[in-house]
């Protein structure tokens, strides 16, 4: 039978032939079955239409309330993105100082813009930063990371100047917009506003997320580019499975049904969202080397969603469909575009090619930029010269920086193993000090010296939450089926798995901030299930409620007892002793 004929077929038949057989072999039993949804509707689930009730109790009129229920989608993002802004920024100058590893990406940053390649400064240069010395040494520095997320943070530093400001301030901005891009994300995923606000809400307060949004590191910027390349897989989703929908004949009694012809064959045509999924990628790649593992996952992740998308559709071979429809393109929009973006990220690099002499051999230009025509052997003449020359050096330099990372065991104080991450056993200090009575801020009436700290500390009570939300979510991805499960557990993997390959390497617990918006929809999603699902008894829901309130208050609550010592604010000894927990915080 031809794929026309089969097609013809199904659509002869009724509704109760349409069945899967096991179903109307139960009917024999008395087994009717629940209504089946409309085709159109499981490929592409409506947001749910806003209600005014809550906006009418907060005393706004039905026609306000109605304006405000159809921008809720908006206006709830944005006052916690306003929120979670205002404390990122609240004091952002301080400590007004170099703190951990803003040693490397400051003055890396400053270089770039200054230079247009990172340069080797001088051990005992920190303190004369901040005194206001500014000038950028010739000598170039060898660097173990790529320079995209060094850009971001120097926007700030040509903004604001080379000061703890200006070298945050960029960093800031990403840890906030992060916000409000996981409440859209998460209302899209879950199609629940609610939902979509309180993941965002809970990323607000976590004290990991809040501390590196106001440290100068790489870890934030590569979460921010990972973030939005979620989103943008999560928006093509919806516009591929959308135009299938639209392409599916209408049966005599309303609802669309599958068709072989559109599952089988229909093209999805051009799919920007998934070309900017692959800038995004490409840009995670060129912060900090691990987004080349978000790349492969959720490249695996969208042809996985076509395949689902295609079967639902009426594909009779989803998966020889999306192998030959949808895998090329789902390719060329990812890889190349992320290398592109990940080569353009050296421009600098690329451009500086600084002086020759005789005497002095290359100056001025960026580490190892000219070992092809020093250390490379043969090389080529002419235009070729100037296009292979600079690949070949960039080549081995990459090279050289991949037996670095996948070899350094120097023992450090606050090195953690992957298996502490989640239970946050092992945080890392950035700064501290104690200062004695009348001075930083420590008060003069003190009986003893203060404590000034900035540690690197999820908030505890939201990772031990989301230890168990990642089980929920894997019973719902296993038993269930739950593509959103599965979705933000491939997330998760992607950015904690991969550190288990190299346990002896030294690591640290704020890597993880690249996960944290995925923990915070995993726990989101719980939460919804705890709240009850739709057309829960009130008692259930009251139940529901009450425990998901109760868990939420507690977490914000645990951030605002520890935000001291995720902002260097002085206090007594004596309240920094009753928040270390655990030994292993000291």
Known sequence: ???????????????????????????????????????????????????????????????????????????????????????????????????????????????????????????????????????????????????????????????????PFGWRFMVAVLGTLSVLMLCRIGRRLFRSTFLGCLAGALMAVDGLHFVMSRTSLLDSVLMFFVLAAFGCVLVDRDKARARLAAALPVGDDGPARPDAAVGDRLPLGLRPWRIAAGVFLGLACATKWNGAVYLAAFGLLTVLWDMGSRRLAGARRPTLATLRR????????????????????????????????????????????????????????????????????????????????TTLTSPHTYQSNPWSWLVQSRPVSYFYESPSPGQDGCPADATDKCAREVLALGTPLLWWAA??????????????????????????????????????????IFYAVVFVPFLCLALAMMIGAVLGPPGSSERRRVVGAVGAGTLVLLIVWNFIYFFPIYTGHPIPMEAWRNRMWFDTWI
Request: hydrophobic share 40%; proline share 7%.
């Open 1 to 163: 039978m031809t794929s026309d004929t089969a097609t013809r077929a199904h659509q002869g038949q009724t509704a109760d032939e349409r069945q899967p057989p096991w179903q109307r072999r139960l009917r024999r039993f008395g087994y009717a079955g629940g209504p089946r949804p409309d085709v159109r509707e499981r490929l592409v689930p409506a947001f749910p239409e806003p209600g005014t009730r809550v906006w009418e109790a907060l005393g706004a009129r039905p026609p306000l309330a109605l304006v405000l229920a159809r921008w809720s989608g908006w206006i709830g993002p944005l006052l916690i993105a306003l929120v979670a802004g205002l404390t990122r920024f609240w004091h952002l100058g301080s400590p007004k100082a170099v703190i951990f590893d803003e040693t490397y990406y400051a003055k890396d940053a400053w270089a770039l813009w200054k230079s247009g390649y990172e340069a080797k400064w001088p051990d005992d240069i920190n303190d004369k930063i901040i005194d206001g010395f500014h000038t950028v040494p010739d000598a170039p520095g060898y660097v173990v990371h790529p320079p995209a997320g060094k850009w971001v943070i120097g926007l700030g530093e040509w903004l604001y100047g080379l000061n």
């Open 326 to 405: 949808d895998v090329p393109w789902a390719f060329l929009s990812t890889v190349p575009v992320a290398l592109g973006v990940y080569l353009a990220s050296w421009t600098g690099w690329f451009l500086k090619s600084g002086t020759y002499s005789e005497k002095d051999g290359w100056q001025h230009s960026g580490y190892y930029r000219h070992w092809a025509e020093t250390e490379g052997g043969h090389s080529p003449d002419g235009f070729l010269a100037g296009v292979l020359n600079p690949l070949r050096s960039l080549w081995t330099y990459e090279q050289e920086v991949w037996r670095f990372n």
């Open 467 to 508: 230890c168990f939300a990642l089980l929920y979510l894997l019973y719902r991805w296993g038993l269930r089926r739950d593509w959103r499960a599965g979705a933000v557990l491939c997330a998760v993997a992607a950015g904690y798995l991969p550190w288990f390959l190299w346990q002896e390497r030294t690591i640290f």
